[in-house]
């Protein structure tokens, strides 16, 4: 097993060595962090960014880049937010496809459907097989009128589960009726 990446019970286990200590950069940019949650938590969205901007020079990590992108949507700068978001590369899949869907939903609030469509397109790179972005893909399509398209995914195989909620059959009715196409609706 990878002792870096084992949980600390199962590194317990199996007498692994423990983790490495941060070095002081990281230490401190965990420290900015630290300051930047509470800043946050206090409605201080500005003094947030800039401990984050600062825990970003000494420890330039995509998660880092991910927070301030969501802190500066949290201010509503939304410009500034999908610039954060951008910058989170492909390393870490999961926090890469987080970062397309918060840029997508960005781009939505800011009636750029076009742009939040490339983006929800790029998260499935990422993660082809999480049905939650299969499903904002979906409702994004619905909602630019793009029925046909919408209905590839909504009848595709991460959709089309016995499991699939309601809100995914809803959508996929919603498609047919859109298209005229009653009898599918219904059903």
């Known amino acids: 097993p990878d002792r870096p990446t084992m949980s600390p019970p199962a590194r317990v286990l199996a007498k692994g060595p423990p983790p490495a200590a941060p070095t002081w950069r990281q230490g401190a ?3 900015l962090k630290t300051a930047a949650d509470q800043a946050i938590a206090q409605r201080a969205l500005e003094f947030g960014v800039v401990y984050l901007g600062l825990a970003l020079n000494l420890d ?3 998660e880092n880049r991910f927070l301030i992108g969501q802190t500066l949507q949290q201010a509503e700068l939304e410009p500034a937010a999908r610039a954060a978001l951008a910058q989170v590369g492909r390393q870490d899949i999961e926090l890469y496809a987080a970062a397309r869907v918060q840029s997508a939903l960005s781009f939505e609030k800011d009636g750029q459907a076009e742009q939040a469509l490339a983006e929800l397109r790029r998260a499935p790179e990422a993660r082809p097989h999480e049905a939650s972005i299969a499903y904002l893909l979906a409702g994004q399509l619905v909602q630019m009128k793009r ?7 909504l009848n595709g195989p991460l959709l089309a589960t016995a499991e699939q909620g309601f809100e995914v059959n809803f959508l996929r009715g919603a498609a047919y009726e859109s ?3 009653i009898p599918e609706a219904e059903a």
Request: aromatic share 6%; net charge negative.
């Open 147 to 153: 029925f046909d398209e919408a209905l590839v995914v």
């Open 179 to 181: 298209l005229d196409r």
């Open 60 to 62: 330039p990590t995509d």
């Open 29 to 31: 940019a965990l420290a």
